[in-house]
């Protein structure tokens, strides 16, 4: 059944990202707290929202988010960027450090999306892609927001920094 079917992936990509942020606490790598985590992953889908639509789109107060907000710019892993436009307003960028802290989480999407690749035609891998965006773009109306976020005006990130080795 595609239900049970798109459940079962949907739980597997959950578990993983789930395992690496518990394998960060284990081994006390974690600096991040586990509501930190999710309003990071909410950030990161978001692509640069302000305050206001990050609450929005979570659900909770502005002083709320503000207050999450203020905690994940301390720590290192959200700069706030002005508007351009409106200098009262910033966007949220994640911030390489946070790139780099869950870069695990990221790298098996892609794993798992070569692996498709690699076992399905060109054409079915095609089809599914075409798929996957209708289902993104017409049928998640909920999430619309999203599109929303990612704002032209916000100041483009500055080049990243080459690895330390």
Not at 41 to 70: C, D, L, Q, R, V
Not at 119 to 146: W, Y
Request: a negative charge; aromatic letters at 12%; charged letters at 25%.
């Amino acid at each position: 059944m595609l239900e049970e079917a798109f459940q079962d992936v949907y739980t597997k990509f959950k578990l993983h990202f789930y395992q690496n942020v518990f394998q960060r606490f284990a081994t006390r790598e974690a600096t991040l707290t586990t509501v930190e985590s999710f309003c990071m992953e909410g950030i990161m889908a978001m692509g640069e929202p302000t305050i206001a639509e990050f609450s929005h789109m979570m659900g909770i107060s502005t002083p709320n988010a503000a207050y999450k907000i203020g905690s994940l710019v301390r720590k290192g892993y959200v700069e706030k960027i002005q508007s351009t436009t409106d200098r009262r307003e910033y966007y949220l960028r994640p911030t390489q450090k946070y790139i780099d802290y869950y870069s695990i989480s990221y790298a098996y999407l892609h794993t798992v999306i070569e692996r498709v690749r690699k076992r399905f035609p060109a054409e079915d891998c095609d089809k599914l892609e075409q798929m996957l965006s209708v289902i993104s773009s017409e049928l998640m109306p909920e999430l619309d927001m999203l599109a929303k976020c990612h704002h032209p005006e916000a100041p483009a990130a500055a080049p990243e920094k080459p690895a330390e080795k």
